[in-house]
């Protein structure tokens, strides 16, 4: 019986003293979200214009695009189109505008509904 306790003894023992180094390195501790004690965290708030085109009009050649309240784009600014992750065009902010939403004019590609307009 002595012989039981003290196996199990040594194997609590060797089972905690290999897990000393857990902490991650190099380039896989930057995708594990962690940091170490002496690093300090830093949080930058997006500041990228995002919108979303709700209407196509494709004889015009014009969209209607939504900004969230308070975050609309300037006259004459121009901004990319995006579908899928994939640039399909180029806008430039013209007006009128209504609420959160605003009209643009297409100068290149085309777009549809639901692609989304930034200003990178």
Request: charged share 20%; glycine share 12%.
């Amino acid at each position: 019986m002595r012989f039981v306790a003290v196996l199990a003894g040594v194997l609590v023992i060797s089972g905690c003293a290999g897990k000393r180094n857990a902490q991650p390195q190099g380039p896989d501790h930057a995708r594990t979200g962690t940091t170490s004690p002496s690093q300090k965290l830093v949080v930058t708030p997006a500041t990228a214009l995002v919108g979303k085109v709700v209407q196509v009009n494709t004889a015009g050649r014009f969209v209607v695009l939504n900004f969230p309240l308070g975050r609309l784009p300037a006259l004459e600014q121009r901004m990319n189109l995006y579908r899928g992750g994939l640039k399909v065009g180029e806008v430039k902010i013209t007006g009128p505008q209504d609420d959160d939403n605003i009209v643009a004019d297409l100068l290149t590609g085309d777009s549809v509904a639901g692609d989304q307009a930034r200003n990178d």
